[in-house]
């Protein structure tokens, strides 16, 4: 774990908001429309609404989480569908007071 790296994609605001609504999707999100729930987690398209952003900006950030190990991807058919990794999460605050 590179807790620096980490901490540089946790430097923006939005990317911290995103992994705040991907905590509790069904109340930050609309009804999936390709797949029955929230289990694969939200797709990039309603992340791009929330936020406002460009698509290019939104996927970018996404990428930056997702190569921190703070978030999983997974694809259904041309769709990809983001949540959270817990258990990543949970190490980095360890990590983070252990340290600290």
């Known amino acids: 774990m590179d807790i620096i790296e980490i901490n540089k994609v946790l430097s923006n605001q939005v990317r911290i908001d995103m992994l705040n609504w991907l905590k509790k999707p069904e109340e930050n999100f609309p009804k999936q429309v390709n797949v029955p729930n929230f289990d694969d987690g939200v797709c990039v398209c309603h992340i791009q609404n929330k936020?406002?952003?460009?698509?290019?900006?939104?996927?970018?950030?996404?990428?930056?989480?997702?190569?921190?190990?703070?978030?999983?991807?997974?694809?259904?058919?041309k769709?990809?569908?983001?949540?959270?990794?817990?258990?990543?999460?949970?190490?980095?605050?360890q990590t983070l007071s252990n340290e600290l």
């Open 51 to 77: 936020t406002g952003l460009s698509q290019s900006t939104v996927s970018h950030y996404l990428t930056m989480l997702q190569k921190a190990n703070l978030l999983i991807a997974t694809r259904h058919g």
């Open 79 to 93: 769709w990809t569908y983001y949540r959270r990794n817990e258990n990543e999460i949970l190490k980095y605050i």
